[in-house]
């Protein structure tokens, strides 16, 4: 049967029987096509498994020469005057783009594996190899996958980035290269890492905040600045919110008026993230301040203001815990008050048996609860 | 010869740390897991002058390889645990178990061949 017989059959076919064969072609379509996509993509993983499994002796043997079996290596720590023969990476299969990409793979492996003089050998091999302009380019493609790549690879080299460069992208819109951007900077720019803080307009999630705060705080090389600054001027509430947990850690007591300064601030969220932190850095000369705000405060704020009595530990407001503990109709108000008091050391054998004859069943079970040894404050 | 036993899930973490001890004359034997390196301590009946094995592999992890030698207990085969974990507690627990040195990952190959040395002799 010719295509014009078929094609003249299907008009004269019922609309239900038309409407099930371009169905079936439509699907038989896609399918097709889906398949042809999944055998190009294994066909290019095989070929790019092909490659590596090529290049893998060639790198590995150069790279553990030079490094290794390199008898500079033991003798001075300038890695400059080391002589290395990397002239085979120089050559035919390392010119290609995709033969470098795997070049570049390598050598981060091979940094995030070993540090010290042979750290030092790699990130050198990288540079001599051009491969941190490959790494460059990248920051400049549209796709912000690319940008990551990039930017990962010249962290993990620890190549430096320009500030007009990697700055825009500490503030772009797209939320992981933000994080990544922002990461990559703390960890390059030694000296003024926080530099980016000035120019933040995006929030900083709670994930980022977080990941951040493990980049510098586990850093040794990383100068740590005043955090008053951003607390008392940054127009980004994310960022005082960040710094005032930073200052928190770093135990910056200079940096207590901007973070009292706060209590006066019209939004509650930052109020109680003052108040933490009053309570974390032991500033007990605010505490009559914070007694006297209590009353007005919303409920998030009074809670922070019970938890910031007990770790300031002063004893003065032992009366005022107890009748929160006592008296307050809010369960958490309570439960704050019962741990402070126990923080505190308000709590001695004889409280007990006095609490024991006023308090509520509920109220007894709260400070049980607030008393087990394993229930961290 | 001293004959030493490293469990490394990494492979070029591995292939590294083969290629530092290389330079010295050690009998090398390589798992990469906790269940191979309980065959290779079984086979040659925990008679190994070092271990070194990272924390976290499939199977079981550095601290029960430590605990299986000190099951054991012929004889007292010296640990050294290789990790990334840089947690202070995590340290404090390596050597709470039992083990004689905790290097963090990356390496430095001149460190590590130094405190192998230490302990193999």
Not at chain 1, 65 to 70: A, K, M, R, S, V
Not at chain 1, 90 to 119: D, E, H, S, T
Not at chain 1, 291 to 313: D, F, N, T, V, W
Not at chain 2, 86 to 110: L, Q, R, S, T
């Amino acid at each position: 049967m010719s295509l014009s017989q078929l094609l003249y059959e299907f008009e004269l076919a019922p609309f239900v029987v038309q409407v099930a064969v371009g169905f079936i072609i439509f699907s038989v379509t896609i399918t097709s096509f889906a398949y042809l996509l999944i055998l190009i993509r294994r066909f290019r993983g095989y070929i790019y498994d092909k490659r590596q499994e090529m290049l893998e002796p060639i790198i590995d043997d150069t790279i553990i020469n030079q490094l290794l079996f390199n008898e500079y290596t033991e003798d001075t720590a300038d890695v400059s005057a080391i002589p290395l023969d990397i002239t085979v990476l120089k050559q035919a299969p390392f010119r290609g783009r995709a033969n470098r990409q795997i070049l570049i793979r390598y050598l981060m492996q091979y940094r995030k594996n070993m540090r010290g003089i042979n750290g030092l050998l790699l990130k050198r091999i990288f540079l001599e190899l051009d491969l941190d302009k490959d790494s460059m380019r990248k920051l400049r493609s549209s796709s912000w996958i690319s940008k990551v790549c990039g930017l990962q690879e010249l962290t993990t080299m620890d190549v430096s980035i320009p500030d007009v460069n990697i700055l825009p992208l500490t503030n772009s819109k797209n939320r992981e290269l933000r994080a990544a951007a922002r990461s990559a900077y703390l960890k390059l720019s030694k000296n003024e890492a926080f530099k980016f803080f000035d120019v933040v307009t995006e929030p900083m999630l709670d994930w980022d905040q977080i990941e951040l705060f493990r980049i510098i705080t586990s850093s040794e090389e990383l100068v740590i600045p005043n955090f008053a600054n951003w607390i008392s001027y940054s127009p980004n509430k994310t960022v005082v919110e960040f710094c005032i947990k930073l200052a928190v850690h770093y135990n910056q007591v200079s940096a207590a008026d901007a973070i009292v300064k706060l209590l006066d601030s019209h939004d509650h969220e930052l109020r109680a993230h003052a108040i933490h932190a009053i309570g974390s850095l032991k500033l007990d000369e605010i505490e009559h301040k914070l007694l006297s705000m209590y009353p007005s405060q919303p409920l998030q704020c009074q809670i922070e203001i019970l938890k910031a009595l007990g770790k300031i530990e002063s004893g003065k407001s032992y009366d005022f815990l107890t009748t929160e503990f006592l008296y307050a109709n809010n369960f958490d108000i309570r439960k704050a008050a019962a741990r402070s008091l126990v923080k505190s050391r308000g709590i001695t054998e004889d409280t007990i048996a006095k609490f024991k004859e006023i308090v509520t069943p509920e109220n007894m079970l709260i400070l049980n609860h607030c008393m087990n040894p394993l229930i961290q404050f | 010869m001293k004959s030493i036993l490293i469990v490394e899930d990494d492979a070029l973490m591995l292939k590294i740390i083969l290629k530092i001890l290389s330079k010295e004359n050690y009998e090398i034997d390589t798992a990469v897991n906790g269940k191979e390196a309980f065959e290779k301590l079984e086979a040659r009946n925990y008679n190994y002058d070092l271990v070194i094995t990272d924390i976290m592999m499939p199977y079981s992890n550095g601290f029960e390889i430590i605990s299986k030698l000190k099951q054991h207990g012929t004889g007292r085969v010296p640990v050294i645990m290789v990790s990334n974990v840089n947690h202070e507690n995590i340290v404090m627990e390596v050597f709470k178990a039992g083990a004689d040195d905790y290097i963090k990952k990356p390496v430095m190959a001149g460190e590590l061949l130094i405190r192998v040395k230490k302990l193999i002799n």
